[in-house]
């Protein structure tokens, strides 16, 4: 089963994910970055990237942040 990681920036922050998840392939690795998206929305994570309007989540098949991303999940919040 192949290993995803989502990173997740904003227009300042990075977060690297350094664990990832174990998913049985790349449209599971979709919908846990949609699931994680409404996470980060939902809960305090927020707070570290409340300054930028909008974020990525890059998700790719390596822990370090420089890797090319396997697709990348947009989202934003407008008041």
């Known amino acids: 089963m192949p290993r995803y990681f989502f990173h ?5 922050d990075s977060v690297p994910d350094d664990l990832g998840l174990d998913l ?3 449209d599971a ?3 846990a970055a949609i699931e994680l998206s409404r996470e980060i929305l939902r809960s305090d994570v927020v707070g570290p990237f409340q300054d930028y309007p909008s974020w990525r989540i890059e998700v790719s098949d390596s822990p ?7 697709f990348v999940l947009h989202f ?3 008041q």
């Open 29 to 31: 690795a979709r919908t």
């Open 76 to 78: 934003s919040v407008e």
């Open 64 to 70: 370090e942040l420089t890797s090319l991303p396997l």
């Open 8 to 12: 997740v920036h904003d227009g300042g």
């Open 24 to 26: 049985p392939d790349i």
